[in-house]
């Protein structure tokens, strides 16, 4: 981020302009609707500009720019043609310490202003900070058709009601929730059809409920949720909206940050990832936090990487929630499988190759595999190795010794959907050697079976260049 965004008070401030024409209007128009003193210095004023002149505070001067007309001067605009006194301009403000922006000069500015969005209080600001302004004003439109107009109109509603609602509820955890129920529930939907008395009652009725329960003690919330392989865009719905609404989330290792950033901004963040063989937190711990933080009255997000089901102990977390009596839900994700096979373009199943599809893990206790090689080695069967990068040269030199072909097709799938994902392909007896040329490492994922070779075809998702050079190996 190169810029702070920040929403000023200028209310009763004063604010200087020094051009006269469409540019310095359009500034001049938006700090006068903060509510800013606006005092334009400028030869003339074009039309846009003496539209302005009956605001109250408006002030317009013909004479020359001095360094007394920057004091106490919240900001300064720079928006004359001519761009010598812009220059001039800039270095006043910059003598007196006054916030200055220079019409199309980037460099010049210490503050640019954001294409805005005005739901009547309730304010969206974009900003690119200068380099993308046509996709800025594609957010921005994008917004005014997902921010329904009555916002500003529930803003104030809320408004009105913060004082009693902060009298009403002492635990700060319980009145957000409250906030959350009047923004998505049955409230907004009243303040937004305009019946406001309608509303009110609903507001009492929250308010109250909310009272009982915090009478009842804290009853907190366990959500097991799925954060998919690594892409963002493959969060389930849920999953998003309850990432939203999480007062505090435990979090893996391959939880990437485009999916930590769209958790609420407020909620408290604890890693509990593990790398292998180095167990930052055990098992049992994260679970007895779970419970702890659940008995506190939290609302909390368990987000582990992939599907909570699959590989991903999320049964043995919730067990001891189950046995303690805490509400919980699991929301799936879409597994490492199903995401690395569709960005490499692997399908997994295929008529003319793979009627079956196993998952296994190649990361067994106690250093010992344990895979039933027999029930794997099928015809017809595609195997997806999970955790099994580390072990990769004994994983197959176990499927050769268990009769495997050495000839059969095989991908390794790192970082799978990720931008940065790559995939390397070869017979199988060759992966320990490609996957070590190619500097693999997690998370990545072992497929198995001559599905693999539809991937000439089917490969979407990385450039061509780089889908070329990795069928050069292949040797089916
Ligand atoms: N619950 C997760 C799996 C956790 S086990 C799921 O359903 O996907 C961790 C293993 O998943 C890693 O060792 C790797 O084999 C695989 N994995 C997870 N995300 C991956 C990704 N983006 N690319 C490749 N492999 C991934």
Redesign the pocket.
């Known amino acids: 981020m190169d810029l702070l965004p920040l929403f000023q008070d200028v209310k009763g401030r004063a604010v200087l302009v020094v051009g006269g024409g469409t540019a310095a209007a359009r500034k001049a128009e938006l700090v006068s609707r903060a509510g800013a003193r606006v005092m334009v210095i400028a030869p003339a004023l074009s039309d846009d500009m003496a539209r302005l002149a009956g605001e109250r505070g408006f002030v317009h001067r013909t004479d020359s720019v001095g360094a007394g007309d920057l004091a106490g001067c919240a900001l300064v605009f720079a928006a004359s043609e001519d761009m010598a006194l812009n220059e001039r301009v800039h270095e006043l403000a910059v003598t007196a310490g006054v916030p200055v922006n220079v019409v199309d000069r980037p460099e010049l500015c210490q503050f640019i202003m954001p294409a805005i969005l005005d739901r009547d209080g309730v304010v969206v600001a974009v900003s690119s900070g200068g380099d993308a302004p046509l996709l800025t004003r594609m957010m921005k439109a994008r917004f005014e058709t997902l921010v329904p107009a009555a916002y500003g109109r529930l803003a104030r509603f809320g408004g009105a009601w913060r004082d009693r609602v902060k009298a009403a509820i002492s635990d700060s955890d319980l009145r957000r929730r409250v906030g959350d129920m009047v923004v998505e529930g049955p409230v907004a939907e009243r303040v937004f059809s305009g019946r406001d008395s309608e509303a009110a009652h609903a507001m009492e009725a929250q308010l109250e409920e909310a009272a009982g329960r915090a009478a009842r003690g804290p009853v907190g919330e366990v959500w097991l949720v ?1 954060a998919g ?2 892409d963002p865009d493959l969060l389930t719905f849920r999953a998003l909206r309850l990432m939203q609404q999480a007062e505090i989330v435990l979090y893996d290792r ?1 939880i990437g940050n485009g999916i930590l950033n769209l958790v609420r901004r407020d909620a408290e963040r604890i890693y509990v990832g593990k790398a292998a063989k180095n167990h930052t937190v055990p098992q049992d711990e994260i679970g007895r936090m779970l419970v702890r933080l659940a008995r506190e009255g939290k609302r909390v997000l368990r987000l ?5 089901f ?3 102990r999320g049964g043995e977390e919730i067990e001891m929630l189950a046995a303690e009596g805490i509400p919980f839900q699991v929301v799936p ?1 879409i ?2 499988a199903s ?2 096979a569709s960005y490499a373009g692997i399908p997994l199943t295929h008529r003319d190759h793979a009627q079956a599809c196993v998952f296994v893990t190649g990361h067994g206790k106690d250093e010992k595999l344990g895979i039933d090689w027999p029930a794997l080695i099928r015809p017809n069967q595609t195997i997806v190795i ?3 990068l580390t072990m990769l040269p004994r994983l197959i030199s176990e499927y050769l010794e268990h009769g495997g072909r050495p000839d059969m097709p095989a991908a390794i ?6 931008p940065d994902q790559r995939v390397v392909t070869g017979a199988i007896g060759d992966l320990p050697a490609l996957a070590e040329a190619a500097g693999l490492g ?4 072992i497929i198995i079976g001559s599905v693999v070779t539809l991937r000439r075809d089917l490969a979407w998702y990385e450039s061509a260049a780089e889908a070329a050079a990795d069928a050069e190996p292949e040797t089916t």
């Open positions: 799925g392989p690594g391959l582990k990487g992939g599907d909570p699959i590989f991903g994700g597994t490492a995401g690395c999970y955790m099994g799938v790192e970082k799978g959907t990720q997690p998370p990545s994922l």
